[in-house]
Nanobody
Framework: QGQLVESGGGLVQPGGSLTLSCAAS????????MGWYRQAPGKERELVAL???????QYADSVQGRFTISRDNAKNTIYLQMNSLKPEDTAVYLC????????????WGQGTQVTVSS
C-alpha cells in the first residue's frame, strides 16, 4: 500500500540516455500527483518532473526539452526518459507520490543512482 520502487539507474556517458521506472504497489489513480525528484551530494532535493492525475506535466527548467515523464496506468508505473544527459544530472533520483484529499499522503521510493560521466 503506497510503496514505490525505482529502477533503471546506472552509469551513462554525457549525451547519453536512460529511462527510469517507478512501480507503485497500488493504482496510480489514487494519487493526485506523482513525480521525480533528485538529490546530489551537498545539494537540496529538487523536483525534476511531475505528472498529475489529469495528465498534466511540469519540468524543471534545467531538464526542459531533455526529460519526459510518462505513465502506464495498466502497469501502475511512471517513467522518466532522460536524454542528452549532462554531468550535472548526476544524482539519486527518487519517485514521489502525493494525495491531497483526505487521507493525505506523501510516499517516497528508495531512490536509484544516476551517474553521468565519461
Amino acid at each position: 500500500q503506497g510503496q514505490l520502487v525505482e529502477s533503471g539507474g546506472g552509469l551513462v556517458q554525457p549525451g547519453g540516455s536512460l529511462t527510469l521506472s517507478c512501480a507503485a504497489s497500488g493504482s496510480i489513480f489514487s494519487f493526485d500527483r506523482m513525480g521525480w525528484y533528485r538529490q546530489a551530494p551537498g545539494k537540496e532535493r529538487e523536483l525534476v518532473a511531475l505528472i498529475t492525475s489529469g495528465g498534466s506535466t511540469q519540468y524543471a527548467d534545467s531538464v526542459q526539452g531533455r526529460f519526459t515523464i510518462s505513465r502506464d496506468n495498466a502497469k501502475n508505473t511512471i517513467y522518466l526518459q532522460m536524454n542528452s544527459l549532462k554531468p550535472e544530472d548526476t544524482a539519486v533520483y527518487l519517485c514521489n507520490a502525493k494525495r491531497y484529499r483526505p487521507p493525505s499522503s506523501d510516499y517516497w521510493g528508495q531512490g536509484t543512482q544516476v551517474t553521468v560521466s565519461s
